[in-house]
């Protein structure tokens, strides 16, 4: 399954980058991509597994950049 969620308060592209590459080393994470000037994250992953992940990469995300929420 592949989802496109907006981003609130993503400063820069280095952090837009940054928290991009981390959240393809998430387990469970087929493909991640973050479009800075769109202020949207594309997430893939399995369909089963789904909401899990997107739980765990909106935990990571809170972590690296605190100011940055993912609008589900």
């Known amino acids: 399954m592949r ?13 837009a980058l940054k928290l991009e590459r981390a959240i393809r080393r998430v387990d469970g994470v087929q ?14 992953a399995a369909d089963e597994r789904f909401e899990e992940v997107l739980d765990r ?6 972590d690296l950049e605190p100011d940055c929420e993912i609008r589900r």
């Open 57 to 62: 990469v909106v935990r990571l995300t809170a």
């Open 31 to 44: 493909d991640a991509s973050i479009n800075f000037m769109m202020q949207r994250l594309t997430l893939e």
């Open 3 to 15: 989802k496109t969620f907006k981003l609130d308060e993503i400063d820069c592209a280095s952090c």
